[in-house]
């Protein structure tokens, strides 16, 4: 912001190069000039003028001799530029009016003073003639000079208004420049402060992204390392499960074959060469759920011997565990073979 | 080329699958418990009383007898009536759940009719534990023979539940010797094998020594001094006649029949030594089977009826020898002891059971011809002239109880003993007879 406001101060332009000084100051040079050039017109045509004005005197009242007025001009110039010019309309009006008087006077004066006033006139024509020359050449000069005045004011007004506009235009143009420099800064600045912005948002994106990324490896070598854990802990659970499964299982074998060595009667035809195979099926409450004989001793009443030992037992004993029991005991064989028979 | 391709499939198909099976039998490996040991004690029977209707004779109850037969063995031991929640003649009537509570294992229930002058029995025996009827059979008998009836019932349901045919049909012989009349009394009696129903075969004021049954069980060879000296004789039970078949100067001792009842194994000393021969029943032929400066005597066949055993004092005592074949060279069976003698075989070949004397004491033991390892069957002190039961499940002999010889029985394993009732002075000599079919 500050940065801006300090570019449109260093861009600025001074007052006094402004264009509307520098447009006064013009209009100060060019009416100096006009009024010395009419100055010098002026001073060059002031003899003919008194001479018709010593004229005018008779005729009227006379009046303060301009002569003496150039002094008084020389001296307020500003107020006989203004006299001039009236005095120039005056002397025009009164040039006009002197010039039917002499027409008139011409016209008394013409018989007597034809002949003279014929060479005279002659020589007057062509005085005035010349005067007349002089004059409208005075006047076309004039005319000229005022409608050159006039072009050239009204050139000049063009040209200042033109100036003024192309002024205005620049100056339009310039502070549209300057607006659309601004704007330009401006734009950049928000742009650069919205490219900050962005990269810092960005960085701040990154530093996020980074930091969850980060945080996510974190925890996600956490979650690994817990996992790792927990399956390190299960798989010993599950080991120390199944060892603890086996020795409970073995503890209930030894049970039942405690409980079925009680229960077996080996009849008296038995050998150590008779075995017996029966599959056993059993409830989750220990109870006998089927027996089947497998696999035959070929001695029938080995046979029932062994089946009625494992009908025998109200319940087995098995384990209270639900997994052990289903692993272990929900279907197992049982072999009655005798090891030493003594018989 | 195809066949061989196709067979080389095949046997890689065959491999898979067995690899397959061993996969899953490994994987479904099922528990096994291994019972290799029996309860060490009799398995308990309830013997119901039988129901009765007509005119039952009285006396001994059927059911009585059956459970004194079936105690006998040591292999059982019956329920007491009075202990019995009911008293069931018929399958209907069995409550298994009862004889259960009652930790019996089978239960024999069954009924007697009278008809005509017979009784028929009705009897049913059921595995308590297996709900299940294992025998159920009939059998009638004169009303003056229930005993035999009993009997017969006692051999089926021994068969039933061991496997192996009841003894309980069998006779026994015996001597006895009483002083009753001042002389001393010699009596060879033949009984039922709980001693019942004896009866006096042959009286004399000499000794008798050794009965022998017949493999049919109708004669009885022995020795009998009755004459001064031994001799020996064959006797008719069922018409009493007497046959001396051997009076050879010197001894006539210890007659063995053979399987086929026609000849007899026999110890003479008609040549100055004791020595085996066996004589043709038919022609009186004697071969001699040993030749030997010791006493050989004491034979018998053995179970298969193709080599001989006896007892030989040829090592210095008297030993247990057995000859392969009639005339081989005994060889011996007994190390135990100095003193082995009288040795009598199973019926299935297994075991010899023979005196055997340690420490002055004499004892019945037993050797498994397999592994000629010994067992003592028992504890007495003075025990002499085992027999074993025709189904050798069981064993006579002979002992002292009480001042007096008696008889006891024995499980062939040296289990429970049984001593038959007394009878009327010292009791020697048992032999248990044949299974008579």
Excluded: C
């Excluded at chain 2, 196709?6 to 046997?11: D, I």
């Excluded at chain 2, 089977?289 to 050989?296: E, G, K, P």
């Excluded at chain 2, 006891?408 to 009327?424: C, F, M, Q, R, W």
């Amino acid at each position: 912001m500050r940065d801006h406001q300090r570019e449109v101060t260093t861009t600025g332009v001074p007052p006094w190069k402004s264009p509307v000084a520098l447009s006064v100051a013009l209009h100060l040079l060019i009416l100096g000039v006009a009024l010395a050039g009419w100055s010098w017109t002026s001073s060059e045509h002031e003899p003919p003028p008194r001479s018709i004005s010593a004229r005018l005197i008779t005729q009227q009242e006379p009046e303060p001799s301009p002569v003496v007025e150039p002094n008084d001009q020389q001296e307020r110039n500003e107020e006989r530029r203004a006299e001039e010019q009236r005095r120039q309309a005056e002397a025009a009006r009164q040039e006009e009016a002197r010039r039917i008087a002499e027409q008139k006077r011409q016209d008394e004066q013409e018989k007597r003073q034809q002949q003279e006033e014929r060479e005279r006139q002659v020589a007057e024509a062509k005085e005035r003639e010349a005067q007349k020359a002089r004059e409208a050449e005075a006047a076309r000069q004039k005319a000229r000079a005022e409608a050159k005045e006039q072009a050239r004011q009204k050139a000049e007004e063009e040209k200042r208004r033109q100036e003024e506009a192309k002024r205005l235009a620049e100056e339009q143009k310039r502070k549209q420049e300057e607006q659309r420099k601004r704007e330009e800064a401006e734009r950049k600045r928000q742009e650069e402060q919205a490219r900050q912005e962005a990269e810092r948002k960005r960085l701040e994106a990154e530093r996020k992204l980074r930091e969850q990324q980060l945080e996510a490896q974190a925890d996600a070598a956490q979650k690994a390392r817990a996992e790792e854990a927990r399956r390190q802990q299960e798989a010993a659970a599950a080991k120390a499960r199944e060892a603890q499964m086996l020795s409970e299982s073995e503890k209930y074998q030894a049970l039942i074959r405690e409980r079925l060595s009680q229960k077996w009667y080996p009849p008296s035809s038995a050998t150590e060469e008779m075995t017996a195979r029966l599959q056993i099926t059993l409830l989750p409450t220990g109870e006998l759920a089927g027996v089947k004989l497998v696999g035959t001793s070929g001695n029938t009443a080995f046979d029932n011997s062994a089946l009625s030992a494992v009908r025998s037992l109200n319940r087995y004993p098995i384990p209270k565990e639900r997994d052990t029991f289903e692993r272990y005991f929900r279907q197992f064989t049982i072999e009655f073979n005798p090891r030493r028979m003594i018989r | 080329m195809t066949h061989r391709i196709s067979n080389k499939r095949f046997r890689t198909f065959l491999i898979v699958f067995v690899l397959f099976f061993v996969a899953v039998s490994g994987a479904r490996a099922e528990l096994l418990i291994r019972i290799t040991e029996g309860a060490n004690a009799a398995i308990p029977v309830a013997v119901v009383p039988f129901a009765e209707s007509g005119q039952v004779p009285a006396g001994d109850k059927v059911s009585t007898i059956v459970q004194s037969d079936l105690t006998m063995t040591g292999e059982f031991r019956t329920l007491p009536p009075g202990k019995m929640l009911s008293l069931p003649s018929r399958r209907e009537e069995v409550y298994f759940r009862d004889w259960r509570l009652l930790g019996q294992r089978y239960v024999l229930v069954g009924a007697l009719t009278r008809s005509g002058d017979r009784i028929e029995a009705r009897f049913e025996l059921f595995d308590v534990n297996r709900e299940e009827r294992i025998l159920g059979e009939t059998a009638a008998a004169p009303a003056s023979n229930m005993r035999s009836l009993a009997h017969h019932i006692s051999d089926k349901v021994y068969e039933a539940i061991t496997g192996v045919p009841g003894a309980f049909s069998t006779k026994l012989a015996y001597v006895t010797l009483d002083n009753v009349t001042g002389k001393p009394r010699y009596r060879l009696q033949v009984s039922d094998v709980d001693g019942k129903r004896a009866r006096i075969r042959l009286e004399s004021q000499e000794p008798i020594l050794s009965p022998a049954w017949s493999p049919d069980g109708k004669r009885l060879a022995y020795v009998s001094f009755e004459t001064g000296k031994p001799v020996i004789f064959v006797h008719e039970l069922a018409s009493g006649k007497r046959t001396k078949v051997a009076d050879f100067p010197g001894l006539n001792s210890a007659p063995a029949w053979s399987d086929d009842g026609q000849s007899l194994l026999m110890t003479l000393s008609k040549d100055g030594n004791a020595e085996i021969y066996r004589m043709d029943l038919g022609s009186r032929q004697l071969t001699k089977l040993t030749n030997h400066w010791a006493i050989d005597t004491e034979a018998s066949w053995d179970a298969d009826g193709s080599g001989i055993f006896l007892t030989s004092d040829r090592s210095g005592g008297p030993q247990i020898y057995h000859m392969e074949r009639p005339g081989a060279e005994p060889r011996r069976i007994t190390f135990g002891s100095r003193y082995n003698a009288r040795p009598r075989p199973d019926d299935d070949g297994q075991f010899v059971y023979y005196v055997h004397q340690r420490d002055g004491a004499f004892h019945i033991a037993r050797t498994e011809l397999k592994t000629g390892e010994e067992t003592i069957l028992t504890r007495t002190g003075s025990d002499e002239s085992p027999s074993v039961a025709p189904n050798g499940r069981m064993l006579i002999y002979a002992t002292r109880q009480g001042g007096s010889n008696v008889l006891t029985v024995i499980s062939a394993d040296g289990g429970a003993a049984y001593s038959l009732p007394a009878a009327e002075g010292d009791v020697r000599d048992p032999a248990w007879g044949p299974l008579v079919r």
